[in-house]
């Protein structure tokens, strides 16, 4: 069983940065990848980046490349997003995702364990 918890949403002016922190909780730490997504209401989720094992590689949406970046502690215990140039197109609520087949997909159907969220709420 994998549990996630994020943290570190709020709300922000445009322009300000933010930085969500998904902590892994894993019985036995294993080859996987993460991702993070968002969902803005009325919206299907949609793929924000991920980060697969060993931080061999690292995908991005165009929506938020060369704004955002995922990054990793040495222990794989926690996964960051560092959200930078903030829009109030970035509102949503942001979840991390587990994908033990460590492909780091884009679709949410590869993800097997989900956190609950967090709100980023960006003003104009």
């Known amino acids: 069983q994998v549990q996630l918890k994020e943290s570190g949403g709020g709300l922000v002016r445009a322009g300000a940065s933010l930085r969500l922190s998904c902590v892994i909780d894993v019985h036995t730490l294993s080859t996987s990848a993460m991702g993070w997504f968002r969902q803005a209401p009325g919206k299907d989720r949609e793929f924000v980046g991920a980060?697969?094992?060993?931080?061999?590689?690292?995908y991005y949406a165009d929506t938020v490349r060369g704004r955002f970046s995922i990054s990793r502690d040495d222990a794989w215990t926690t996964v960051y997003l560092q959200m930078n140039s903030l829009k109030p197109e970035d509102t949503a609520v942001y979840y991390c995702?587990?994908?033990?087949?460590?492909?780091?997909?884009?679709?949410?159907?590869?993800?097997?364990?989900w956190g609950q969220g967090t709100q980023v709420t960006v003003s104009s």
């Open positions: 980060i697969t094992w060993g931080n061999r590689y690292i």
């Open positions: 995702a587990y994908d033990p087949q460590n492909i780091g997909s884009s679709s949410p159907r590869q993800y097997a364990y």
